[in-house]
């Protein structure tokens, strides 16, 4: 008889995907607020640069540590964790009144969002099977892409209605639901992993060891490609904009497609990478990314602007199914949550560097050729997975 105070496998990967829909939902809230904030508290340009990028900072390393720790003792206790700390990370942002205060809170909130990345991720990747893994996959990144389009959305507008505190608490308040969901889970421990004491340098020699594996490689790559080019389209897409006499509307409505298309194209995607192999949707998704963002500049009215980012929408569901299951496919379950721990900190790691380098090319380039170079990593990561194609 089936206990009461767990779900059953059908109700895992519905209950994981909302947890992560809510652990991934507070970082989106906080991107179109944290500047303004931190100008609201005082803060020069410079350390509203500072501030913004602690989370980042903290949250690359973060996410290899704890990738580790859910190797060792399951996905659960890191999930529970860091959503706890989320939690009180967000209910900090209400108490700041200096720069300073803001700083520090990005850092435990940086640190604290790093168990939750590679918890839910070697969660899905533990219950989603491996005949199924795309799939699965395909849902949990819809639940980034839901939780990337729902936080931007509403974040601005409370902001602007009710003030910045009021997204501190909304944000809270999911996250503590989130934090009650994952107790409900099962412990996470699969049944496979070897738990070992390890020696001094052990931990960071296996980091080493994944990051030159043939079949990793190409996802570590691609993930990182992907979001550096985001990073660079959301710094320099509302200046393009601008200059072409749009409004913020413009740029929410562009980003809302490209999100719209992300999440749609996710399943089919995921199905897709199960039944005919993960290489050649990738290979198809950066093509198509690059094409998109080597067209953006040359677009001059609104209707054309949707439709070029409704196809880098769908670059990055096809890419991003495909790449996150081919971390699944080549680790064991002693080495997952490193894996997909080095995933996530790839993903952090790509907009952490594109915003800042697409933002400073477009300075001295100017904004279209910035546009164009945001794909030059999207590039290299093609060239890459064509050359060891092979192995994956």
Not at 72 to 88: C, Q
Not at 196 to 203: C, V
Request: proline share 4%; charged share 10%; glycine share 14%.
């Amino acid at each position: 008889m089936r206990k009461l105070s767990q779900p059953g496998i059908e109700n895992i990967l519905p209950a994981i995907s909302f947890v992560t829909f809510i652990g991934f939902l507070d970082t989106h809230l906080l991107i179109p607020v944290m500047a303004l904030y931190a100008y609201e508290l005082g803060a020069g340009v410079g350390m509203v640069g500072l501030i913004i990028g602690l989370y980042s900072i903290l949250n690359t390393p973060a996410n290899i540590f704890f990738g580790r720790l859910v190797d060792r003792v399951g996905y659960k206790l890191p999930l529970v964790a860091g959503l706890i700390g989320d939690t009180i990370s967000m209910f900090l942002y209400t108490l700041c009144r200096l720069p300073f205060h803001l700083a520090l809170v990005r850092v435990l909130h940086g640190i604290t969002g790093g168990m939750v990345g590679p918890a839910t991720m070697s969660a899905i990747a533990q219950h989603g099977g491996e005949e199924r893994r795309g799939r699965a996959m395909a849902v949990y990144g819809m639940s980034l892409a839901a939780a990337t389009l729902v936080g931007y959305g509403l974040s601005g507008f409370i902001a602007s209605r009710f003030g910045y505190k009021v997204v501190f608490w909304l944000g809270g308040a999911l996250l503590i639901t989130g934090a009650a969901l994952a107790m409900w889970l099962p412990g996470g421990r699969n049944r496979d992993s070897v738990q070992l004491k390890t020696a001094p340098g052990e931990g960071w020699r296996k980091v080493r060891e994944l990051l030159s594996r043939k079949g990793l490689i190409t996802p570590f790559l691609t993930i990182f490609a992907q979001y550096f080019s985001f990073g660079g389209v959301v710094t320099l897409l509302p200046i393009y904009l601008k200059g072409m006499g749009m409004e913020a509307f413009h740029v929410g409505i562009s980003l809302a497609v490209f999100a719209v298309l992300f999440i749609i194209l996710q399943m089919p995607a995921g199905v897709f990478s199960d039944r005919v192999g993960r290489g050649g949707l990738v290979i198809a998704g950066l093509a198509l990314g690059v094409i998109a963002l080597a067209l953006l500049p040359w677009v001059t009215v609104f209707p054309l602007l949707l439709v070029v980012m409704a196809l880098y929408g769908a670059a990055y569901g096809m890419i991003f199914p495909a790449a996150s299951a081919m971390v699944a496919d080549h680790t064991n379950a002693a080495e997952r949550g490193l894996g997909t721990g080095i995933f996530h900190a790839m993903l952090t790691a790509g907009v952490a560097v594109g915003a800042p380098v697409i933002g400073w090319a477009g300075g001295v380039l100017g904004v279209e050729r910035g546009l164009i170079l945001s794909a030059g990593v999207m590039v290299l990561a093609l060239i890459t997975m064509l050359t060891v194609r092979k192995h994956i």
